[in-house]
């Protein structure tokens, strides 16, 4: 990516005519003539003598920022900024590797660079440290380093200690919108980014943000830290956003957070809007500890949180342990997404499902496609049972979501295995494994509500698939709330509801709750339901329930199902399914 096929870096076969010995290192560099313009001249790589010019040679097109030590020793001694934007400055002009030592560089102030391309910022991962010396309310504003219209650039091996432990809580005096303190590194308008094997620790803002860039991007093989946070803002290690034609690739990356038991003061890991509309976004084979925040505060809430038109995204094997909220959210998505093989422990529940995926419900954002989605192969485990697992949310007015698969997922110990809420049409849900639930392990809610449950008429709910899951209740007897296969219908004769199956599924309780219900909301006897005639119940095997199925709707379709150890196989409010008797081969063992 350096270089960029640059011809200002002389060539190592041509003979020296300086040599220079830099005491701060104990190199000896040799020097070659080349024609330069005179204000280039750094006084180090790019000297001049006896009215020549010349070039300083190193292995591997390499500078060293150390050389600049000595150049500059009169400047004060608790600073390095001149020395590293001069040092930047030449190695974006030649092309070249700039190397960082095993040493501190205090930087104090937001070094900012325009229009540099082509060059590699390289350091010793264990001890090259970028640092600021400020403390309490006297703060870097900005970043460490800032890039503008630079492309083809890599930063590799460097620490960065953000400081939060030593200044203030951030608050809303500090306009938030507009401002951040002691981050790390900042990238717009500028393309083919790499920023790999770097340490960000002691987070106060953020620790990378990448904005309205294009071509490659890949965070890769980064460690990112932070404390327990008390402030209540901006508080997001990586950010990557309004990039909609980049290749954006996070990878075997770690976000460990300090220990943490309250979601009020919990880290968001990777915060991301505007992507893959015409390129793709991987988040593949990282580690996250103690990641998501609740609703206190303006910020991000998951621990990887798409929040807004992300698309033709895979995220995928990673490991999410410990969460103090959701582990993937997605909304505005409109098209093409994979959440696959992915590892989820939470530790403190969230209000919607460790993977959360929805439309955007405002009318402004004018969303007209949610389609492509699947969300299979994960492991979802939570620490109590009052997490959800999958949710999915059709909440536009424009679009229902197209073409959903959720399959092959196992779920252990939660409240609510998968929720489907809003304008669903295609949804298959097979395959997956529920253990341990003390509520419902797939609920379909045949109506629409917003985010503030404000009730919302539907386009269409239709063409859902319920196969071959295996949907299991909590086995103590004082878990009285376990339903199997839930569908919530409202009253009224509407024709937005079209066909919903549910086969194939082997239901499991605690001699307590329901294996599958169709039920309505504010039922009213004799009424019109909704999901009247619009479910086929077929195939089932459904264990050791108090009621096997619970219908509260006319004429839907009930057939070769069996019924082990079920204390009264139907409840119902009316007579006219069909399943009379053992008539459609139902059998109760």
Request: net charge negative; charged share 20%.
């Amino acid at each position: 990516m350096t270089n960029c096929n640059s011809q200002k870096f002389p060539s190592t076969c041509q003979e020296s005519t300086v040599i220079k010995t830099f005491h701060n290192t104990g190199e000896v560099i040799r020097y070659q003539e080349i024609d330069l313009d005179p204000n280039l001249v750094d006084g180090v790589v790019l000297i001049t003598e006896n009215g020549k010019y010349y070039k300083a040679i190193y292995t591997e097109n390499t500078i060293n920022i150390e050389w600049y030590r000595c150049e500059y020793a009169s400047l004060p001694t608790d600073t390095h900024e001149v020395m590293i934007t001069k040092a930047v400055n030449t190695a974006a002009y030649l092309g070249a590797v700039l190397r960082f030592d095993a040493k501190e560089y205090i930087v104090n102030k937001q070094l900012a660079f325009e229009g540099k391309s082509c060059f590699k910022l390289l350091g010793d991962k264990q001890h090259t440290l970028i640092k600021s010396n400020k403390k309490d309310q006297d703060r870097l504003e900005g970043f460490y380093f800032s890039f503008t219209r630079c492309d083809n650039v890599i930063i590799e091996g460097l620490r960065f200690d953000q400081n939060k432990s030593n200044l203030i809580t951030y608050n809303t005096a500090d306009d938030a919108a507009h401002k951040e303190f002691n981050s790390g590194i900042f990238f717009t308008q500028s393309g083919n980014i790499e920023v790999t094997n770097c340490h960000f620790f002691d987070l106060y803002n953020r620790a990378i943000r990448i904005f309205s860039c294009y071509g490659d991007i890949k965070i890769s093989d980064n460690l990112f830290e932070s404390g327990v946070q008390e402030q209540i803002y901006v508080m997001e290690h990586l950010v990557v956003a309004q990039s909609p034609s980049s290749k954006v690739v996070i990878e075997n990356n770690a976000f460990k957070n300090a220990e943490n038991h309250n979601p009020d003061h919990g880290v968001v890991a990777i915060f991301a809007f505007e992507l893959g509309e015409k390129g793709s976004v991987l988040v593949n084979n990282n580690y996250f500890e103690y990641c998501g925040r609740n609703h206190t505060g303006l910020h991000r809430l998951y621990a990887v949180d798409f929040y807004d038109n992300v698309n033709n995204f895979i995220v995928s094997n990673n490991v999410f342990r410990n969460l103090t909220w959701g582990a993937i959210r997605f909304d505005g998505t409109r098209e093409n997404g994979i959440i696959c093989d992915n590892i989820i422990h939470q530790l403190i529940a969230d209000q919607d499902g460790m993977i959360m995926a929805a439309s955007r419900e405002d009318v402004e954002y004018n969303q007209t496609k949610f389609k492509n989605i699947s969300i299979h192969n994960n492991i979802l485990d939570a620490a109590t049972e009052y997490s959800y697992g999958i949710t999915l949310l059709g909440l536009s007015s424009f679009c229902a979501a197209e073409n959903i698969d959720i399959s092959n997922n196992k779920m252990y110990n939660l409240r609510y295995g998968i929720n489907i809420n809003g304008d669903v049409s295609v949804l298959s849900i097979n395959n997956n494994q529920a253990f341990n639930l003390i509520g419902v392990g797939i609920n379909i809610d045949g109506f629409k509500t917003g985010y503030d449950h404000t009730p919302l008429e539907p386009k269409k709910i239709e063409k859902i698939y319920i196969n071959n899951n295996h949907l299991n209740g909590r086995k103590e007897p004082e878990y009285l709330g376990f339903v199997g296969v839930q569908i919530n219908g409202i009253v009224g004769d509407y024709d937005f509801m079209g066909r919903i199956s549910i086969n194939d599924n082997f239901i499991s309780g605690n001699n307590k709750g329901q294996g599958i219900t169709a039920n309505i909301i504010n039922a009213v006897a004799d009424s019109v339901n909704s999901i009247d005639n619009k479910i086929a119940i077929l195939g089932n095997q459904i264990n050791n329930v108090e009621y096997g199925l619970f219908l509260r709707c006319h004429k839907n379709f009930v057939k070769d199902n069996i019924f082990y150890d079920c204390a009264q196989v139907f409840l119902e409010d009316y007579t006219d399914n069909i399943k009379v008797s053992n008539y459609h081969n139902n059998l109760s063992v």
